[in-house]
């Protein structure tokens, strides 16, 4: 696990995860270049789809053991996690 | 018959019409929700609405020609013939009956307030041939403001085998569109504002069609959905605009969060995508310091007490350039140690203090804006306890390394979705309180007017909002973002809007105001106005950009009484005036 990869939020919810193979951290996944194609089945294997990993921005759902081999790869950038919004509507 | 129980003008229709026939009905139909024509052989009907017990059952009233819309509840809408009003009344559980009534509200001043008849009128346009596609709560599909014209459903939350851009959820088309419901409401609102059909309530563009993405609203599963709605646009050849009117203040505010750059990424011509400014103007939530070399700054910040704050979280940012150390002081006086920035360590350290656990993240810069992210997390003390420990607490920021000022920035946010925690004293700042994905550079972001203070609701009575008339809303959230770059861009109506009523949904009864419309406001409103607008432009133009767009609302947009081309952070550049479009 690089964690100079991956931003404040991410590293607080590492802290939390009880199973390291459970898939629970959602993610974005800012890549630097697009991934070899040695890496492409290694994302599959994550559950990101090879037309979704083109992007230099990409999401993903990964485990805490996933989020580490991800963060070994040198094309990853940063890794942040997913935040909640909310709607921005009211009944006054 | 329970005559009792009829509010009194449908009672004196109904006895008009036992007395006169259809011919009777006719003064009153201007009023109510009557449907009746001369000649024609089916009976007159009504639209009513009716107060009942939550839990009365009225479903076998359909044989005797009484529509119930809700299967519970205790304020419904039915539409009946007039002959049927009989054996409604009769029901036990059914205490009153009122006809909904033709109201002169929201949406149909607010179009007015920005000249937006005389532009369609002028053009003739109604959106025809783009796509408005919404991730929001859902859309009632049933709702006849949208009859035909919901292509696609990418519902999120359904279990399924997902789409090309995320392998979750189910997409839905035709019959199957039904299996997706709205029941928070907002969705089936906000896409009426954008393009539902009504003779009084309807929406800015009613012609175009729609692709809603039901979302779990994590901006993640947010920009998968931007991404599926321009791919199936373009699938279709046809120009699309995105109205996101969510938000929340985890981001840096400075336009360089995952979603916001996404949304620039996709955006380009005939991708438009538009974002809500945020409801929080009244609300202390934003606080700067600048803090000294070697000195100390402590925002202090309320837990409200009652109960209801079971986490709180600060989000600070400030220059890579500068390097702080974050400690935390609670109201009793308890204070964690200082902590540094610890790049590659590790940053995350839990400190569980006599009234509160805390935790403290301060990692290094973040690679993509070159700044440094500080998170401090606050919990109950123990499991026991409900909420963070209310009264003042202290954030206490020290200067270690000083080269690009000490500015620091801070957002609260807690558990009550609700900015129940709030800062006080000097470092209180009312302003960058947009943030992402409002704070993408290519979306168009939109602050709210407001166009309409009183309504009288559907069980008649006079309601009024503490709401300056004609006037920026105050609720509506104060750019620039964090860095100076100019946002909100634009305003637009937002309080209060009529717009549809997801029958899935709850409502208080005063928000009611006709059969299948509410009321609601907040720059939520406000958006889907604007992404309307945009699908007028895009059926004129179906290859503008957002600078395109930018650049029309720039020349069309002024704040009243000031020179035009003005900028606010409450405004932007101003309200949208439409004659000139």
């Known amino acids: 696990m690089d964690r100079t990869k991956i931003d404040a939020p991410l590293v607080a919810a590492l802290d939390d995860v009880k199973d390291p193979e459970e898939r629970g951290l959602l993610v974005f996944v800012h890549a630097s270049g697009s991934p070899p194609a040695d890496d492409l089945r290694f994302l599959e294997e994550l559950g990101v789809a090879a037309q979704a990993a083109t992007k230099p921005i990409f999401t993903a759902t990964l485990s805490a053991n996933g989020l580490g081999q991800l963060t070994d790869r040198p094309w990853v950038r940063y890794v942040r996690l997913s935040s909640k919004l909310r709607l921005v509507g009211r009944s006054p | 018959m329970k005559p009792e129980k009829l509010a009194p003008g449908l009672l004196g229709a109904f006895e008009d019409f036992q007395r006169e026939g259809v011919t009777g009905l006719a003064r009153h139909a201007r009023a109510m929700g009557l449907v009746a024509a001369e000649n024609v052989p089916k009976p007159p009907r009504a639209i009513v609405f009716v107060h009942c017990d939550h839990g009365a059952r009225l479903d076998h009233l359909a044989s005797l020609d009484v529509r119930v819309n809700q299967p519970q509840g205790g304020l419904r809408t039915a539409y009946l013939s007039l002959s049927s009003l009989s054996a409604l009344s009769d029901e036990p559980g059914v205490h009153r009956i009122l006809p909904s009534r033709y109201l002169r509200l929201s949406m149909d001043v607010a179009p007015g307030a920005v000249h937006l008849p005389a532009f369609r009128t002028r053009t003739g346009m109604t959106g025809r041939g783009v796509v408005v596609g919404v991730v929001d709560s859902g859309i009632d599909t049933a709702h006849p403001a949208f009859a035909g014209?919901?292509?696609?459903?990418?519902?999120?939350?359904?279990?399924?085998?997902?789409?090309?851009?995320?392998?979750?959820?189910?997409?839905?088309?035709?019959?199957?569109?039904?299996?997706?419901?709205?029941?928070?409401?907002?969705?089936?609102?906000?896409?009426?504002?954008?393009?539902?059909?009504?003779?009084?309530?309807?929406?800015?563009?009613?012609?175009?069609?729609?692709?809603?993405?039901?979302?779990?609203?994590?901006?993640?599963?947010?920009?998968?959905?931007?991404?599926?709605?321009?791919?199936?646009?373009?699938?279709?050849?046809?120009?699309?605009?995105?109205?996101?009117?969510?938000?929340?203040?985890?981001?840096?505010?400075?336009?360089?969060?995952?979603?916001?750059?996404?949304?620039?990424?996709?955006?380009?011509?005939g991708k438009i995508v538009c974002c809500a400014a945020g409801n929080e103007g009244n609300d202390n939530l934003h606080a700067r310091a600048t803090v000294p070399a070697g000195g100390t700054r402590t925002p202090r910040f309320r837990v409200p007490a009652g109960g209801a704050v079971r986490w709180a979280v600060l989000n600070g940012w400030y220059s890579g350039q500068d390097r702080m150390e974050v400690s935390i002081q609670s109201p009793g006086g308890f204070a964690t140690p200082y902590q540094a920035v610890s790049p590659g360590a590790a940053p995350a350290v839990a400190h569980a203090l006599?009234?509160?656990?805390?935790?403290?993240?301060?990692?290094?810069?973040?690679?993509?804006?070159?700044?440094?992210?500080?998170?401090?997390?606050?919990?109950?003390?123990?499991?026991?306890?409900?909420?963070?420990?209310?009264?003042?607490w202290r954030l206490r920021l020290r200067g270690a390394h000083l080269a690009a000022g000490g500015v620091v920035d801070v957002w609260a946010l807690d558990s009550t979705g609700d900015s129940a925690v709030q800062f006080t004293g000097s470092s209180v700042s009312d302003s960058l309180k947009i943030g992402s994905p409002g704070t993408s550079r290519s979306a168009v972001t939109v602050a709210s007017y407001t166009t309409k203070v009183s309504w009288t609701d559907a069980g008649g009575t006079p309601r009024h909002l503490g709401l300056l008339l004609n006037d920026i809303s105050d609720f509506s959230s104060e750019g620039p973002l964090r860095g100076g770059r100019r946002k909100p861009d634009a305003t637009a109506p937002g309080a209060m809007i009529a717009a549809p009523l997801s029958s899935a949904s709850a409502v208080r009864p005063e928000m009611v105001v006709a059969a299948g419309y509410r009321l609601m406001a907040g720059t939520s409103m406000a958006t889907p106005f604007v992404s309307g607008l945009v699908a007028l432009f895009l059926e004129r133009n179906p290859h503008l950009d957002p600078a395109g767009v930018k650049a029309l609302l720039a020349a069309n947009c002024r704040i009243p009484g000031r020179p035009a081309g003005t900028f606010d952070p409450k405004w932007g550049l101003g309200l949208i005036d439409a004659t000139a479009l």
């Open chain 2, 149 to 269: 014209r919901i292509l696609r459903v990418w519902d999120q939350v359904l279990p399924g085998a997902g789409v090309p851009e995320g392998g979750y959820g189910m997409e839905l088309t035709g019959a199957a569109l039904a299996s997706s419901t709205d029941t928070h409401g907002h969705g089936t609102h906000v896409a009426g504002i954008a393009a539902g059909v009504h003779a009084t309530y309807g929406g800015v563009a009613p012609g175009a069609d729609i692709i809603m993405v039901k979302s779990d609203l994590q901006d993640a599963h947010i920009a998968d959905g931007v991404r599926y709605i321009f791919r199936v646009a373009g699938e279709l050849h046809r120009p699309a605009v995105v109205n996101l009117s969510l938000g929340a203040h985890w981001d840096a505010h400075d336009g360089t969060d995952s979603l916001s750059q996404i949304i620039d990424a996709e955006s380009g011509p």
């Open chain 2, 354 to 392: 006599p009234d509160a656990q805390v935790r403290i993240t301060t990692p290094g810069p973040d690679p993509i804006n070159g700044d440094h992210q500080f998170l401090v997390e606050l919990q109950p003390r123990n499991q026991l306890a409900p909420s963070v420990t209310a009264g003042v």
